[in-house]
């Protein structure tokens, strides 16, 4: 142990706004870089669960409009709905 | 002899592969950084000429070195995306680049919190200082090409011909302080021969360097993950994926979906 009280530790030789501002800038910066990735992947996942969603209801209303309309052959296909679900929605950065 | 590594080139089994060694290398790194730092500001000695203030070392140095190993990771990804035109090497520069944004600006504000009480100033342009701030310049135009375009593809292109320029800038790094004259001191610690510093004093730092890697290696797993994610954002295993996370995470919203969608279906 290089130091005799927590004090002197505290101090670091009088070099103490130094050290601990080298620390602490650099620990700021790695817990903000890991709550920033955590955060991303969860914003990710949800922005795709959220698209999928999205995707069921327009494909629900496309069922029900044919339904309507008395059309029995289907005329949406995976392509349209895409397209459409695309245009309303975008996966951001 | 490489046939090993084909199965990789699936999105999938990275992505899994990397789930997988994720929190391994987390706990790694927390056990060597643990180990390094306490032993960097509680047991090494204090400079004969610096003081405690040498203690800064332990951060600035690894951080320093980490930075040009990531955008040389990030170059060669950049690299075989260019030749091989490999998506998933795209995805891992793109993971990179804010990492290795991050531990630039480590080893700069610790540099020049370590100059102010040594050399008396926070800032001076010369050549080392000012090519580890190009650096930082790097990878910020690299972030940026990466998020300017909506077509992915498209964007690993641009920024990996960005990365793979930048790379002049590394012998330029490294060799700044042999030729110029710069009030940077001279390599202390090289990967080639012995270190020109005591043993009481290199332990520590390499605990230190060993932890901030395995840091890296984590922190790269779980951003290459995100980015495997929202380039395969419609292939079913990802859908499946992103369905369980949300109903992990709000099931009552999901019940009442449900219901909704229901009523809809009755009218």
Known sequence: MQFNSF??????????????????????????????????????????????????????????????????????????????????????? | MFKWLHPYANPEVSYNFCGKL???????????????????????????????SFRIFYIHVP?????????FAMAIAALSSLVWQLKLADASAAAMA????????IALITGAAWG????????????RLTSELILLFLYLGVIALHNAFEDKNLAGKAAGILSLVGVINLPIIHYSVEWWNTLHQGATVSKLGAPSMSAVM??????CLLGFSFLIAALVCLRFRTEVLARNSMRPWVRTLAANALELEQPMSCNSHGKHSQNQGAK
């Not at chain 1, 601990?20 to 800038?25: A, E, K, R």
């Not at chain 1, 992947?41 to 995707?55: D, G, M, S």
């Not at chain 2, 102010?116 to 050549?127: E, F, Q, R, S, V």
């Open chain 2, 63 to 71: 951080a320093a070195i980490l930075a040009m190993g990531i955008y």
């Open chain 2, 98 to 105: 804010p990492i290795g944004a991050v531990f630039t600006a």
């Open chain 1, 7 to 93: 004090a002197e530790f505290l101090n670091m030789g009088g070099y103490a706004f130094y050290v601990w501002l080298s620390y602490g800038v650099s620990a700021a910066l790695i817990v903000y870089l890991l709550f920033a990735s955590v955060r991303r992947n969860k914003t990710v996942l949800e922005q795709i669960a959220i698209r999928q969603k999205r995707e069921q209801r327009l494909r629900q209303a496309a069922e029900l409009n044919m339904q309507e309309q008395g059309i029995n052959e289907p005329q949406i296909n995976d392509e349209m709905i895409e397209a459409a679900v695309k245009q309303s929605t975008q996966i951001s950065k």
């Open chain 2, 202 to 207: 290199y332990w520590p730092f390499l605990m």
């Open chain 2, 116 to 127: 102010k009480p040594m050399w008396g100033t926070w800032w001076i342009w010369d050549a």
């Open chain 2, 22 to 52: 994720q929190p391994w290398l987390f706990r790694l790194s927390a056990l060597f950084l643990t180990i390094g730092l306490v032993w960097a500001l509680l047991y090494a000695p204090a400079d004969y000429q610096q003081g405690d």
